[in-house]
C-alpha cells in the first residue's frame, strides 16, 4: 500500500516528467523508479527481515506494472541496495564515535 501511495504521489508531483515514455507493445509508457534500501546479509541480525520483505516488494511492483488501471501509463522499477555496513567500516565507525 505504501509503495502505491509513494508512486501516486511522485506521478502528482510530477517527478517523472522529463522521462523517456519506452514502447511496450504499442503502448508508450514512462518509467518510475523507486529505491529499496533493505538489510540483506546473513552477517547482520535484521538481514532475514529484507530476505524476507524483497520477494514481497518485487512481487508488488510485478503486480503494479500487470495491473491494467493501476499507474496505467507508467512502468515501475525499484533499484535497492543492501544496508549491511562491513565490519571494517563498522570498526572505523565506532572508532570514531568513541573519540
Not at 511492483?61 to 493501476?70: A, D, G, K, L, S
Not at 565490519?87 to 565507525?93: E, K
Request: charged share 20%; proline share 5%.
Amino acid at each position: 500500500m505504501l509503495l502505491v501511495v509513494t508512486c501516486c504521489w511522485l506521478l502528482m508531483a510530477g517527478h517523472c516528467a522529463g522521462q523517456k515514455p519506452i514502447n511496450l507493445g504499442g503502448s508508450k509508457k514512462r518509467d518510475v523508479y523507486i529505491a529499496g534500501f533493505f538489510p540483506y546479509g546473513n552477517h547482520v541480525p535484521e538481514g532475514h527481515i529484507g530476505r524476507g520483505v524483497m520477494p514481497a516488494v518485487k512481487l508488488a511492483v510485478e503486480h503494479i506494472n500487470e495491473h491494467p488501471t493501476i499507474l496505467r501509463d507508467y512502468r515501475l522499477h525499484m533499484w535497492w541496495n543492501d544496508t549491511e555496513v562491513s565490519s571494517r567500516y563498522r570498526r572505523a565507525a565506532d572508532r570514531v564515535s568513541r573519540s
